[in-house]
C-alpha cells in the first residue's frame, strides 16, 4: 500500500517539545491501523512513541514529513493535521 505524506515547518516558539509531541503521539495512537512515520532529513520516528518523536529534536524552523500508511491512513493523516494546526506546531 502506497504511504500519504505531507510535508511541515516547525513554527511553534519552542519547538515539538513534550505538550505537542505527546498530543500528536496520543492521536496517532487512536489509528490501530495505520503506521505513521516522522522524516527529519535523514532521521526517522515512530509516530506512535513519545520518545521516538522527541528524538528527533524538532525545533522551530525545522521541516519534517509526516508519511502514513494503512487502511485508515486517510483519516489518520488528516487527524494528524488538525492536531498540528491546532496547537499551532506546524
Not at 40 to 55: C, H, Y
Amino acid at each position: 500500500m502506497n504511504a500519504l505524506e505531507r510535508e511541515f515547518k516547525v513554527t511553534a516558539h519552542d519547538g515539538i517539545h513534550l505538550r505537542p509531541a505527546q498530543l500528536l503521539v496520543e492521536k496517532a495512537q487512536e489509528f490501530e491501523k495505520a503506521e505513521i512515520r516522522i522524516l527529519k532529513g535523514d532521521q526517522e520516528a515512530d509516530g506512535k512513541s513519545i520518545l521516538s518523536v522527541l528524538s528527533l529534536g524538532l525545533d522551530t524552523g525545522h521541516c519534517f514529513r509526516l508519511e502514513v500508511k494503512g487502511e485508515q491512513a486517510q483519516a489518520c493523516l488528516e487527524a494528524l493535521e488538525v492536531v498540528l494546526h491546532r496547537e499551532k506546531i506546524a
